[in-house]
Structures are given as C-alpha cells and as structure tokens.
C-alpha cells in the first residue's frame, strides 16, 4: 500500500488514529513491514478480534491470543523481512520454533479460518427463512431497490449447486432482516428509502 492510496482510502472525517497508517506508510520501512501494521491495525484490531471478543463474551468465554502479546508483536515488526518470509513461505520463524512439537502434515496446512457452512446452511437449515425473506410474497426485499428477477435467479442458481452465491444472499437475507425491523415497521423510516439500486446477478 502506497502513501497516495492510503490517503486515498483514508477519507477525511475518519478519527485521528489513522494518521498512524499514514505516518507508516511514509516512512522508509520495508513494504512487508507496512503491509504487516495495516494487516494488524484493520485486519485484527478493527475485524477479527472484535468479532472474537463479541461472540465470545456473549457466550462467557474467555479468550487468549497468546501470539498477539505486546511484547511479541513489537519484536516481531521489527524483524528484517528476510526473516519473515522464506521464498513463499510465511510465517518462517514460527514454523522453525514449533517443528519440533508438531506432525510435518500439520505444517504443511494451509492457512485456515473459522468460516462457518454458510453455502450448506442456506440449502438446508435457512432455506425456508430465505424463502420467507427473499422471495415470497411476503418477502422483506423492498421491491423498488432490489431487481426481483435477479434475486430469485441468484437463489436458483445457489441452490441447483450451479454457482456459490453464499455471500450476496447472506447479505440479502440481513438486508431483509434489518429493512423489515427498522425501516417497513415505522413511518419515519419508511420517509428516508434509500436511493433505487438493482442486484445484477
């Protein structure tokens, strides 16, 4: 990330603490250096870990990211990136340190995340709450901002197995949600549609 697109991105009106982004970005670190800091500054910071603290707390768990310490993070931005990257391997010196603890076939493993089942969930468990939501008569899409057609043709596709629409209709179906909480309940919001937009598929 460049200094220009960092101010690009960075829209004025946004909190000062992004003046550190930009301090990051011009200055004469190395470019694996920057990317690590915005990786951790919005990645983590401003993703991941409260979306972690959330779900864990409303489940009282309590959560330790042992890796992510104060005094491991600083030393470990502060790594030439040699040391960081080994050809296209990441994470080199972590692998180094922990080969001996673990099986080769755990770290040969791709990286993976905790993504749920959503494309199987919305066959199967939610697939009558999308019907409800997205294509019925009843459905919660406002018919003058969402192209009717196109929704159900997406929906079709998904479930035929033709294509993985998984992450347009999860938005839909949260759109629909929200839409038939806050706005189609009461009059002052039902005043304030937002402008007419129409799903391609």
């Known amino acids: 990330m460049t200094a220009d697109l960092a101010d690009h991105l960075i829209r004025p009106g946004v909190p000062a603490y992004a003046d550190d982004i930009r301090a990051v970005m011009r200055s004469g670190l190395p470019d694996v250096t920057k990317a690590g800091y915005a990786d951790l500054r919005f990645g983590l910071l401003e993703d991941m870990l409260v979306k972690v603290d959330r779900m864990s707390m409303a489940h009282s768990l309590e959560v330790?990211?042992?890796?992510?310490?104060?005094?491991?993070?600083?030393f470990v931005m502060r790594l030439p990136p040699s040391m960081k990257l080994r050809g296209w391997q990441t994470k080199?010196?972590?692998?180094?340190?922990?080969?001996?603890?673990?099986p080769p076939a755990?770290?040969?493993k791709r990286k993976q995340g905790f993504a749920v089942p959503l494309r199987?969930?919305?066959r199967t468990g939610l697939h009558e709450m999308v019907g409800d939501f997205l294509e019925s008569a009843n459905g919660r899409l406002p018919t003058d901002i969402f192209?009717?057609?196109?929704?159900?043709?997406?929906?079709?596709?998904?479930?035929?197995?033709?294509?993985?629409?998984?992450?347009?209709?999860?938005?839909?179906?949260?759109?629909g949600a929200w839409h038939d909480s806050f706005i189609a309940t009461g009059p002052a919001g039902r005043a304030s549609r937002p402008r007419r937009a129409q799903i391609v598929a």
């Open 147 to 175: 192209n009717e057609a196109a929704v159900r043709r997406l929906l079709r596709q998904h479930r035929r197995g033709e294509a993985d629409h998984s992450a347009v209709i999860w938005l839909l179906l949260n759109y």
């Open 120 to 122: 199987e969930w919305l």
């Open 64 to 74: 330790r990211s042992p890796l992510l310490d104060h005094r491991l993070v600083d």
């Open 92 to 102: 080199a010196i972590l692998r180094d340190t922990i080969r001996r603890y673990l």
């Open 106 to 108: 755990t770290l040969r």
